[in-house]
């Protein structure tokens, strides 16, 4: 496809179901990356594949948050036993290249935990 | 660690007025920076970027913003805004090679 797609684009969970967020990024491109952005704050960076390896998943915030790539396409981010403060609008953007090449970020997942 | 400041969270302007989001960022180090805008219900998108070179940097839409390395700012600007500019305007900066870091964003309301 053209850009990065993300699926579903919402999310309504139970509080303690396991979600899965999907993410396609451009063909091409070595680099992912998921960030998270709380209503009315800024995004915050969850972890970042080079390929399908991650050498950064410091922004994950606890062990219920885990992901996984296969070779240079899809990823997918899970989150288990969900909590109401991990409702948020999850984005997936991909670069050609890590480290100053231009991210392009997906319309993101906006998962609702009641 | 990097950090990034963006100073207003909302600003108001009549269309056709000059607009100055401002940016401040911390780092210790040689600095990449970006501006996105994200418009309701959409994804993010590159307005510009700092890599090197040119203080001054153009990008789309008619914004520019200019990277003051002794103010460590990164200011963006728009002579004459539109209807259509309001969105979300963040700044970033690049951190540990990779990973981007946000400010929290400022809301462009441009009003008629």
């Known amino acids: 496809g053209a850009g990065v797609s993300q699926s579903p684009s919402n999310k309504v969970t139970e509080k303690g179901k396991d979600v899965e967020l999907r993410c396609d990024p451009i063909?091409?491109?070595?680099?992912l990356y998921w960030y998270r952005q709380r209503l009315g704050q800024g995004l915050e960076f969850l972890i970042y594949?080079?390929?399908?390896?991650?050498?950064?998943k410091s922004g994950l915030p606890s062990d219920r948050f885990s992901a996984e790539r296969t070779g240079e396409s899809v990823s997918t981010l899970t989150i288990q036993r969900t909590q109401q403060e991990d409702s948020a609008v999850y984005l997936c953007?991909?670069?050609?290249?890590?480290?100053?090449?231009?991210?392009?970020f997906g319309p993101g997942t906006r998962l609702t935990v009641l | 660690a990097q950090s990034v400041t963006q100073l207003d969270s909302q600003v108001p302007v009549f269309e056709e007025a000059p607009v100055e989001l401002r940016c401040n960022y911390s780092s210790s180090v040689s600095v990449y920076l970006f501006w996105y805008v994200q418009y309701p219900n959409q994804g993010l998108q590159l307005l510009l970027k700092y890599l090197s070179g040119s203080t001054l940097v153009k990008g789309i839409n008619g914004f520019e913003a200019e990277f003051n390395k002794s103010q460590t700012s990164f200011h963006l600007r728009k002579p004459s805004v539109h209807i259509s500019d309001t969105a979300e305007y963040f700044c970033?900066?690049?951190?540990?090679?990779?990973?981007?870091?946000f400010g929290e964003g400022t809301q462009l309301t441009v009003n008629p």
């Open positions: 953007a991909s670069s050609l290249r890590p480290g100053g090449g231009e991210q392009f």
């Open positions: 594949f080079q390929g399908n390896s991650a050498p950064d």
């Open positions: 063909s091409g491109h070595t680099a």
């Open positions: 970033a900066v690049l951190t540990s090679g990779s990973r981007l870091t």
